[in-house]
């Protein structure tokens, strides 16, 4: 998969993630004669799984992991409440110069809740989102924070199904700033599903964004 761009500051790294999503891969067939080319997976009699000693990290054995005591998680009190209703909320990242919450809609819709209050629309981006359709994973679909410089950055697909990341500035009063938009990164992916979302920075401020394989290809493309 061809992807286009530009770094933005500190970085950006793409991983592709072939998603096992049902329902959306309206488009191609899977590969049978193609199933023993480059970068198949050999099969094997062998079902006997590897043990834990035999799992070489970083050059060395890892030790058996144990699970944790029991009486240590009976005493946690543990209880949900609700926070907030939002239409198809697909996302969500705190800010960390102000604390606030932030949620993204499926829809193009970017919201904030700041000191717990009911969440607010501070961005729109209705008009240059994909249009929701039942079973489509398009859309906005992710939202961070750089560690760098303090931008939004958002992940979506738009009217043609191309994903997109940009990012916005945030004034003082803590709201997005619509005409400070920067065009981050273009991924082709004509496909109607499987486009990943996921966002987090690090701290250094390199960008890491986990897409899909775009949904056209039904996964043949997924590792390009």
């Not at 592709?16 to 899977?30: F, I, M, N, P, Q």
């Not at 945030?170 to 496909?191: F, H, K, N, T, Y």
Request: charged share 20%; glycine share 16%; hydrophobic share 35%.
């Amino acid at each position: 998969m061809r992807v286009q761009g530009r770094r933005a500051r500190g970085g950006v790294l793409v991983a592709l993630a072939l998603a096992s999503c049902g329902g959306d891969d309206r488009e191609g067939t899977t590969g049978g004669e193609d199933a023993g080319g480059p970068g198949a997976i050999a099969e094997s009699d062998d079902t006997t799984a590897p043990s834990p000693e035999a799992v070489d990290i970083d050059g060395g054995a890892r030790e058996p992991t144990e699970a944790p005591p029991a009486e240590g998680l009976t005493a946690v009190a543990l209880a949900t409440e609700p926070f907030a209703e939002l239409p198809m909320p697909t996302a969500m990242a705190t800010r960390p110069a102000d604390g606030s919450v932030w949620f993204t809609s499926q829809t193009g819709e970017v919201w904030r809740s700041a000191d717990g209050a009911t969440p607010e629309m501070v961005l729109d981006l209705r008009g240059t989102v994909s249009a929701y359709e039942p079973g489509s994973e398009r859309g906005l679909l992710g939202i961070a924070f750089s560690t760098a410089d303090g931008r939004l950055f958002l992940y979506y697909s738009d009217l043609q199904a191309q994903s997109h990341v940009v990012s916005y500035t945030v004034a003082e009063d803590g709201l997005p700033e619509a005409a400070s938009i920067r065009r981050i990164i273009e991924i082709p992916q004509p496909g109607a599903g499987h486009k990943g979302g996921g966002m987090s920075f690090d701290e250094q401020g390199v960008l890491y964004l986990a897409l899909g394989d775009g949904g056209g290809s039904r996964g043949r493309d997924a590792q390009d």
